[in-house]
């Protein structure tokens, strides 16, 4: 079989859809697959996408959802333009280059940036739509959490425990609010080719071994996390919430990311 991009169409025709971290990687790859699907798709990043890339149906507000305030400006812009919320993507997320490093190694600021925009930012995103999903009685949550939620690697001992707590984060909104009509879950990729996991790659020293590791033979593409975003968010998936989806190519049956001691010493 080919290993080719396969978008699956949903109408999400008067749906608004707001992606964080829509900028680039997953986030860009699932803001293009709701547009192409007819939504109005609110694009939330701290840098300013390239506009040759974001379809005409999606409009940018720049925004650090580590911030409080202005995450609620955002929302209320939002609510103010397009009168609804019926999507929100959690997926603003970093993993620097100075964050591969044991806990006792890791230093402060970079430890506190990642808490403010993987944990704090999908927390007050959420805080801020939930008002309006409870008004309009519907809304679906989406958290992309990450494989080493699951499993994990040495050095990386901040991404992992933060991903898992942002399933936690969806199985608790779920249990919360599922009989207001808003549904919470998350999605789990693999190894996906986003300019994050290139520069993961590059600081590790290459991604072939990575990739054999998948029983699938590769790292994953953008398009195929987008398609499992757009079904939990249709309403196919109208009985699933407090889920969490492993998109990774096998990777979790598997279960490891890497020998831990492979190549080091």
């Known amino acids: 079989m080919k290993n080719e991009k396969a978008m699956?169409?949903?109408d999400y025709s008067d749906r608004v859809v707001i992606v964080t971290g829509g900028g680039s990687g997953i986030g860009l790859g699932i803001c293009q697959a709701f547009a192409e699907s007819n939504a109005t798709v609110i694009c939330v990043d701290i840098d300013q996408p390239d506009s040759t890339e974001l379809p005409d149906q999606v409009?940018?507000?720049h925004c650090d959802v580590s911030d409080q305030e202005q995450c609620s400006s955002t929302v209320r812009k939002v609510i103010d333009r397009f009168g609804r919320i019926d999507a929100l993507i959690n997926n603003a997320g970093i993993q620097p280059a100075d964050s591969y490093h044991p806990i006792d190694e890791l230093p402060e600021n970079v430890f506190d940036r990642m808490v403010g925009i993987n944990f704090r930012g999908y927390h007050l995103m959420a805080r801020n739509v939930i008002?309006?999903?409870?008004q309009q009685q519907r809304g679906v949550i989406c958290n992309i959490a990450s494989g080493q939620a699951h499993r994990t690697a040495r050095h990386v001992g901040v991404y992992g425990p933060i991903k898992a707590a942002n399933i936690m984060q969806a199985k608790q909104w779920a249990v919360e609010y599922a009989r207001m009509g808003i549904r919470v879950v998350s999605v789990s990729p693999g190894a996906i080719d986003t300019p994050m996991v290139r520069a993961s790659?590059?600081?590790q020293g290459g991604?072939?071994?990575l990739a054999n590791r998948h029983p699938v033979g590769r790292i994953g593409r953008v398009d195929e996390v987008a398609n499992a975003v757009m079904w939990l968010c249709s309403d196919s998936a109208s009985f699933v919430t407090g889920a969490d989806l492993e998109v990774d190519g096998g990777l979790g049956a598997?279960?490891?990311f890497a020998d831990p001691y492979e190549?080091?010493?």
Do not use: D, I, S
Request: proline share 5%; net charge positive; aromatic share 18%.
């Open 201 to 203: 790659l590059e600081a």
């Open 8 to 10: 699956v169409r949903y």
């Open 254 to 256: 598997f279960g490891a």
């Open 263 to 265: 190549g080091k010493t």
């Open 207 to 209: 991604g072939e071994a």
């Open 59 to 61: 409009v940018f507000y």
């Open 131 to 134: 008002p309006q999903m409870k």
